[in-house]
């Protein structure tokens, strides 16, 4: 029987991959998932708890947040700053980024930027919720206060991005650029142990993931696609099966495992759909790409994209190679 690998000791073992590292983003990580378990413990309480429901007030999106949306934006943002690896934090919760002012996040290297609870209008009725997190190497000088420029980065400059799922277990899935990673925790001891090493989306699948209630709102190209994936076809292993959670986290983490598409496309009403580029886009894109898939705005890669604002949408694209080329043809054939 393998012995078991702990996400810390993995960690640690891998920072080798990296010459000029000193130990700081090995750290950053392991401050990931101690907020992740946290989270997670007042996840599994929903219901028991007075944590369901809205908090009373919007986020920078117009959207309602949820008590559990406060929650987790308030732990990861404390356990950024009082783990003194990154000198400054953007949360989609937040309009502005969070320069935090202590001497110790000054010398940081990095910054993060996070979706804290993805998928949280799912929450009151029991479906996979999940983190987000993108890490980037800071642009302003250390020792100085973060710059927005920290922070408006294309994804291609990440460093490591990843996503706990709080679902049936509860995973955390990362990358640093060299391959994909995942890992269970086990709740009786409290530890993430490495369950799915080395993680490869199909380079085809037989899964898409997009709100047809919109799809007339889409582009000619989206709606042929669509059409494309339900019509019959033997040789193409066709019709597909459309699966579609309404929390990104998980629609993305069912495809990387099974093979299969997630579309968030724009439509007339909303021309640059809805996920914000540095909270979800990017790291997704991150991961899907070093496990062998691609992530496409509709007639490029995500992570070409250079953001002028913090909280800037895309339309996305994401998941298996085949399908994402499928879904880029059409839209550059129909428009």
Request: net charge neutral.
């Amino acid at each position: 029987m393998a012995a078991l690998v702990t996400l810390s000791e993995f960690i640690m073992e891998r920072q080798s991959d990296f010459p000029y590292a000193s130990g700081d983003l090995s750290r950053l990580l392991s401050d990931i998932g101690i907020a992740g378990k946290i989270i997670n413990h007042k996840v599994n309480k929903a219901g028991l708890q007075d944590i369901l429901g809205a908090a009373g007030k919007t986020n920078v999106q117009g959207e309602t947040q949820m008590k559990l949306d406060v929650f987790a934006d308030d732990t990861l943002l404390n356990a950024m700053q009082w783990g003194g690896q990154v000198a400054g934090a953007g949360s989609e919760e937040n309009e502005k980024y969070f320069a935090f002012d202590h001497e110790h996040c000054k010398k940081a290297k990095y910054v993060i930027l996070f979706d804290p609870l993805d998928g949280s209008s799912n929450i009151d009725v029991n479906v996979s919720i999940g983190t987000i997190f993108s890490i980037f190497r800071r642009k302003s000088s250390i020792g100085d206060m973060a710059t927005v420029n920290d922070f408006l980065q294309t994804g291609d400059e990440q460093v490591a991005a990843g996503y706990i799922i709080y679902g049936s277990s509860t995973m955390l899935v990362y990358t640093t650029g060299r391959g994909v990673n995942g890992f269970t925790l086990q709740p009786s001891i409290g530890e993430f142990f490495l369950s799915h090493p080395n993680m490869r989306i199909p380079e085809d699948g037989s899964i898409f993931s997009v709100n047809e209630g919109h799809i007339n709102a889409c582009s000619p190209g989206v709606q042929a696609y669509v059409s494309w994936c339900k019509a019959s076809d033997k040789k193409t292993n066709r019709p597909y099966s459309a699966r579609y959670i309404g929390s990104l986290v998980a629609d993305f983490h069912r495809n990387l495992i099974k093979g299969g598409i997630y579309m968030y496309p724009g439509s007339s009403k909303s021309p640059e759909g809805k996920l914000r580029i540095q909270y979800e886009c990017n790291p997704l894109a991150f991961i899907v790409e070093q496990a062998g898939g691609k992530a496409s705005h509709g007639n490029g890669r995500i992570m070409e994209i250079k953001p002028t604002d913090l909280h800037q949408r895309s339309p996305l694209f994401i998941g298996s190679l085949k399908m994402v080329n499928k879904v880029e043809e059409l839209i550059r054939t129909l428009g």
